[in-house]
């Protein structure tokens, strides 16, 4: 989700042309340049299919429209994570947090475990494919430190976890 495609049809002889686009076979309207950028969307959370067409029309009398082969794309939902573990420890205690992911669609991921902006540094482990531990232990203060973990999909999409909290006493 919010991946972009450009799409680009080149008709020949060379000439001036208006392009029709479509999308799984609904024209799509506002739409007539060679080129055309588009952010395919996802329909009830699931990988969604299209297929985009183009036709050219020459404004050249007699010349017959041409229509293009499907472009195929696929749009896939980004992956949820949801974070939970300990929320409240004494100063100097281990505590522990897992990451599950789900809607996961393409390996290999790369999690990244955060403290407020900073990297962690506690030592995460891979469960599984879809779900991640990470321990750690801070020192005791009057606010709690606040936890997410980035999860970069094989695809090259990034999505962020909530936040977790921990108070440490």
């Known amino acids: 989700v919010g991946g972009q495609v450009e799409l680009i049809a080149t008709a020949t002889p060379a000439g001036n042309y208006t392009y029709t686009w479509s999308d799984n076979n ?5 739409v ?3 080129n055309y950028v588009v952010s395919p969307f996802i329909n009830d959370g699931d990988v969604t299919a299209h297929a985009y067409t183009v036709v050219a029309t020459s404004d050249l009398p007699g010349c ?3 229509s293009s082969a499907a472009a195929n794309v696929n749009a896939y939902p980004n992956p949820t994570i949801f974070l939970y573990g300990d ?4 100063d100097g205690a281990d505590f522990d947090m897992t990451a599950n992911i789900t809607g996961l669609y393409y390996e290999p991921v790369t999690v990244t475990w955060y403290e407020g902006e900073m990297i962690s540094l506690g030592a995460a482990t891979a469960l599984s494919a879809t779900s991640y531990l990470l321990e750690d232990n801070q020192s ?3 606010y709690p430190y606040v ?11 990034v ?4 936040e977790h909290r921990v108070l440490v006493m």
Do not use: Q
């Open 64 to 66: 017959a429209s041409l």
């Open 147 to 157: 936890y997410t973990v980035e999860v970069t999909t094989g695809n090259g999409c």
């Open 87 to 90: 929320g409240v420890v004494c």
């Open 32 to 34: 007539s340049d060679s």
């Open 140 to 142: 005791a203060r009057s």
């Open 26 to 30: 609904v024209v799509i309207d506002g």
């Open 159 to 162: 999505v962020r976890s909530n």
